[in-house]
């Protein structure tokens, strides 16, 4: 499978605190990947650094070819690439319906407001709602819904079943599902091993600023005591 994203020899900082240190990976077009690990150890830095948000970096970040090392932050996701981070970013005052009109059109194929509500019905059913009114499931509904309405090629998703009822976690893994079925190239960071490995293909896991380990899904039963070991499940 051709890269869609290519990472290679990722090192970067905070202040003088240096996170990762030599990040190797890449994620086919189409492809649901995931990095697995512990707090701490640099799934969220590699999300950013790849965005460009954090921008004491070096090595290699090439995207449908491109360099994005030379892309400026306000241009990257014009290149197709959306970012779903942790907190979500929802406008409190502004509606469900509002919150999905702001983010602007990158490119052709992006989904519809209808699509949308058909894909998240929690969201039809809310769409005149502020943000404040949102419980933490329908926020980050309405977070990965942004991103779908701009037409981007892939999509890097932090933590995105952090704090959720296990109903609402099961969703959102039948959205990721759906959307892996569209096309859609997902990278994902998640310590929720259990989810992740009903919707990834590939895996890669992190320990201190580094990839310590890479395998597919098939792979997944044979690789159960180092998974023990570094994540502890």
Do not use: C
Not at 16 to 40: F, I, Q, Y
Not at 76 to 90: D, K, N, Q, T, Y
């Amino acid at each position: 499978m051709k890269p869609l994203l290519k990472v290679a020899g990722l090192n970067a900082w905070y202040g003088e605190s240096h996170v990762l240190h030599g990040v190797d990976m890449t994620v086919g077009e189409g492809e649901m990947v995931t990095l697995l690990g512990r707090n701490g150890v640099g799934k969220t830095t590699t999300l950013r650094a790849i965005m460009g948000i954090v921008r004491e970096r070096r090595g290699e970040i090439s995207f449908a070819g491109e360099d994005l090392m030379r892309v400026p932050l306000h241009r990257v996701a014009h290149r197709g690439l959306g970012f779903v981070p942790e907190e979500r970013g929802i406008f409190s005052t502004l509606t469900v319906y509002e919150n999905l009109l702001l983010p602007p059109a990158v490119a052709k194929g992006g989904m519809t407001i209808d699509e949308i509500f058909e894909l998240f019905p929690n969201l039809h059913e809310r769409r005149n709602s502020a943000g404040t009114k949102l419980s933490g499931g329908e926020q980050q509904m309405l977070a990965i819904a942004r991103i779908l309405r701009t037409g981007v090629r892939m999509m890097l998703l932090d933590e995105p079943t952090e704090g959720l009822a296990p109903v609402i976690v099961q969703r959102i893994g039948e959205v990721l599902k759906k959307l892996k079925e569209r096309g859609m190239t997902v990278l994902l960071v998640e310590q929720n091993f259990r989810f992740a490995s009903k919707v990834a293909d590939r895996f890669y896991l992190m320990d201190h600023g580094r990839v310590a380990g890479e395998f597919p899904v098939s792979e997944l039963s044979g690789r159960m005591d180092m998974l023990h070991d570094v994540l502890g499940v």
